[in-house]
């Protein structure tokens, strides 16, 4: 079984939709979550963590469940730009080892 | 500038021609790793090293060696390349400091093409 999971997508929607994502991780015992942004062919970059209590970045809003071991992204009012793969990642124990779900592609159409 | 440089960008090598991919880091950053990135798979861990000397393998260690003398770098050594290394390969580092959010800086990546 993945350490982390995500629905590959793609996920076509228009601008101006509202678009969630969700990730699951297997570990109970993972410390820290984050969202990454790749474009095609690019590094990663960091969206933002995901803190317990939930977290907001503009347009984007990140929250974690615990009990049920899963993450999701929430972009409201999508802009061309947002056009991507989101990777979810979840850091172990340890903090030795950053596990990458496999990503998930959206495609923001006009 | 905050950076990760990787070397070289792109290559295209031959099975069994030993070849160094670079990296390096000027963040001062205890943690660094190295993954590859394929199709369907997502990005593995390959080798990691918590600091200066200290290093461990990853989820995919087969195939490669790393090394690290000094800080800043940490080169990603194929002794005897295959053509099931042919990859996206990126280098990311982070500190290790308490506060800081664990953020991973990543590389431009290395696309290495093994014929």
């Known amino acids: 079984r993945k350490e982390v999971e995500q629905d590959p997508g793609p996920f076509n929607v228009p601008e101006g939709a509202t678009v969630a994502f969700n990730c699951t991780y297997s570990?109970?015992?993972?410390?820290?979550f984050f969202w990454y942004r790749q474009d095609c062919r690019k590094e990663p970059k960091l969206l933002m963590s995901?803190?317990?209590s939930g977290n907001e970045d503009g347009r984007f809003t990140a929250q974690l469940n615990r009990a049920s071991q899963y993450i999701s992204l929430l972009i409201r009012d999508s802009k061309l730009s947002d056009s991507a793969t989101y990777l979810c990642?979840?850091?172990?124990?340890?903090?030795?080892?950053?596990?990458f779900g496999s990503g998930t592609k959206l495609n923001v159409k006009p | 500038e905050a950076q990760v440089t990787q070397n070289p960008r792109y290559l295209i090598t031959v099975t069994g021609k030993k070849l160094t991919v670079t990296c390096s880091q000027n963040?001062?950053?205890?943690?660094m790793s190295w993954y590859r990135q394929d199709p369907g798979l997502g990005l593995r861990q390959i080798y990691y090293s918590m600091n200066v000397e200290v290093t461990d393998k990853g989820d995919v260690p087969e195939g490669y060696k790393v090394s690290r003398k000094e800080k800043r770098n940490f080169p990603l050594i194929l002794e005897s390349p295959s053509p099931n290394q042919t990859s996206l390969y990126f280098c990311a580092s982070s500190s290790l400091t308490g506060g800081d959010t664990g953020e991973l800086f990543f590389g431009e990546g290395s696309r290495l093409t093994v014929l």
């Open positions: 570990n109970s015992a993972s410390q820290s």
């Open positions: 990642v979840v850091n172990g124990y340890n903090f030795n080892k950053f596990y």
């Open positions: 963040m001062n950053h205890e943690y």
């Open positions: 995901v803190y317990s």
